[in-house]
Each structure stands twice: as C-alpha cells, then as structure tokens.
C-alpha cells in the first residue's frame, strides 16, 4: 500500500489542525490505517487506527476526546486533532497494518505537527 501524508504545520497550543493521508488500494491482507507519531528524541507511538473493513476507530489514551479519525468514500485518511497540546509536536505517519497489526502492509513519509507559542 502506498501512503503519502500532508497537512502539518504550526499551531499554537488549544489550536486545530487536520492531517491527511492519501492511499493506494488496498491489498486483501491490510486490515487497518493507523496514524503513528515520532516526538523528538523518542520512540514510535500508536496514535490511532481505523478498521477498513468495520470503519471502527481506536486512540491511545492520551489524546481520546481530542483527536478523531476518519476516512471518505475514496482514499483518504483523516486526523483531525483538536485542543492540541506542546506534548502533541511530533513527526505524524500513515500506515498500514494486517490482522492483528502482525505486520506492515505499507508506510507513508511522515508531516510535521509542531504545537508551540
């Protein structure tokens, strides 16, 4: 699956800003797009994820009831990130997973959020 993210910038703290991620066909073994995130100086984390066969989303803890995840009628993934916070600046990636997230059907290049002042 090829995937291609856009929309970062710069936003101040309890801003908005939406992300998107536009993507190829799907295979038959890709179950889900998810967004991951890289801060600065740390790891990978799960942001959110949507079941392309259910359309159910899922989001870590630590930002449900702030971001949402939504996909149109073509091939575009959304992340709309409300009430954004300095914590939330990081480097944002699409990508495809399968059953379970076993394995990785795709990666897109990654967009930069940065929340500051």
């Known amino acids: 699956v090829h995937l291609v993210a856009s929309g970062g910038g710069l936003v101040q703290p309890a801003g908005s800003l939406r992300v998107s991620c536009a993507f190829s066909?799907?295979?038959?073994?890709?179950?889900?797009i998810t967004w991951v995130r890289q801060a600065p100086g740390k790891g990978l984390e799960w942001v959110s994820s949507?079941?392309?066969?259910?359309?159910?989303p899922s989001y870590v803890e630590s930002v449900k009831g702030r971001f949402t995840v939504s996909r149109d009628n073509a091939n575009t993934l959304y992340l709309q990130m409300n009430n954004l916070k300095p914590e939330d600046t990081a480097l944002y990636y699409c990508a495809s997973f399968g059953f379970e997230f076993r394995y990785s059907t795709g990666w897109g290049q990654g967009t930069q959020v940065t929340v500051s002042s």
């Open positions: 949507i079941n392309i066969n259910t359309g159910t």
């Open positions: 066909r799907f295979t038959f073994s890709t179950y889900y």
